[in-house]
């Protein structure tokens, strides 16, 4: 261990490890401090889905193009396999036809296709449902395996650029110079704190200021449908719920029939979004609930939702059920928190649930806020 480190990161998923990869690519010693094992949290729970088609337009969508471009560039360094790439989202509806033609017509549907049904069908029989209308395929997206790529990723960081781990260590206060950890004090010149979902760990105030909350999402894996995906998978409901197409006035006459029509899933928060593994096993979920405290336990209700999407979506019926998990993760009014409590700290969260999608683009924005580089938060 070093004496002293330039940088100190409090948190070691994926907003961590990106700030740690910014850090370090300026040739900065750096340390990372996590009080578990391995990532446990969000950056596992996930789909492993760095999607750049459909994310916000503007900020949000070029963090999601910078992110997916360093996926690109270092996933073989660190060993993380590519499974999949593209984004193919067959629609049953005319309304969810029309916003996808407007998301065409803007600049984010570049290298994108609208297929028709038949065009659709031809494309991949196995995911077009009988009552596709239209299909949108996107190249732009990838998708790795968040529960290995996460540790390969943080092991990549030690190997190529010396980042120190302090794992089970707790921190107790940030004074710099000092980080006050459960294991004694770690000298850092600089400190980026990416708490998670702790909203009232370290420097609470700052956070209760944010309007943030704890969302608690459901997913499971089901077994090989016996078929290969075009690409991760999307459907009608998450028109209504990306920022990518939600926001466009087309918008609107989607989300009334869908809540005429299936009012349950929005109010559950559910959009479909399945991805496939390696050994041809689904990763399919999700929904959103808010609370301060979001309870522990899933509702086999909520599945039911998310698979009657799957089958509606696709026209397949949905495989066993593997494993069945759930996640929380800091949702706010922005796309992300960058704040200073202290000239050499930064508070760095994404608080939109696209960590895998936007973080390394984020991270090279934080450690720029911290050297000054750019306006205060």
């Known amino acids: 261990m070093r004496g002293r480190y330039d940088v100190a990161v409090v948190g070691a998923g994926i907003v961590g490890l990106a700030c740690a990869l910014a850090a370090a690519r300026r040739g900065l010693s750096v340390v990372v401090i996590d009080r578990d094992t391995q ?73 994108c296709r609208l297929m028709t049904s038949d065009e659709a069908r031809a494309r991949s029989p196995e995911t077009t449902g009988p009552d596709t209308v239209a299909a949108l395929w996107s190249p732009h997206d990838l998708r790795v395996d968040s529960r290995t790529a996460i540790p390969r990723l943080a092991a990549w960081l030690e190997e190529s650029f010396e980042v ?38 370290l420097f609470p105030d700052c956070l209760a200021d944010a309007g943030l909350m704890r969302c608690k999402l459901q997913m499971m894996r089901l077994a090989s449908p016996g078929f290969v995906l075009p690409a991760p998978v999307m459907s009608d409901l998450g028109l209504v719920r990306y920022g990518g197409y939600a926001d466009l006035p087309e918008a609107a006459a989607l989300r009334a029939r869908l809540e005429a029509e299936q009012g349950d899933a929005l109010a559950h928060g559910v959009h479909l979004i399945a991805v496939q593994d390696a050994d041809g096993a689904l990763v399919v979920g999700d929904s959103h609930h808010d609370a301060a405290t979001p309870d522990p336990f899933a509702s086999e209700a909520v599945d039911r939702l998310i698979l009657d999407e799957w089958r509606a979506a696709t026209g397949q019926p949905a495989p066993p059920v593997l494993q069945r998990w759930t996640g929380t993760y800091a949702r706010g009014p922005h796309a992300d928190l960058i704040a200073a409590p202290h000239s050499c700290v930064r508070l760095a969260l994404i608080t939109a649930g696209n960590g895998a999608s936007t973080g390394f683009a984020f991270g090279e924005e934080v450690i720029a806020h911290l050297f000054e580089e750019t306006s205060e938060p």
């Open 39 to 111: 990532a446990n949290g969000a950056s596992i729970r996930n789909f492993g889905f760095v999607t750049v088609t459909g994310q916000p337009r503007g900020l949000v969508w070029r963090r999601a193009r910078r992110s997916r471009a360093v996926w690109d560039e270092i996933a073989a360094q660190a060993g993380v396999p590519i499974l999949q790439r593209g984004l193919w989202l067959p629609v049953r509806r005319p309304e969810a036809a029309a916003v996808l033609e407007a998301f065409m017509a803007t600049e984010m549907g570049e290298a």
């Open 164 to 201: 120190a781990f302090l794992r089970q260590t707790v921190v107790q206060a940030v004074e710099p110079p000092r980080v006050v950890t459960g294991r004694g004090v770690v000298e850092a010149t600089r400190v980026v704190i990416c708490p998670g979902d702790d909203l009232v760990g």
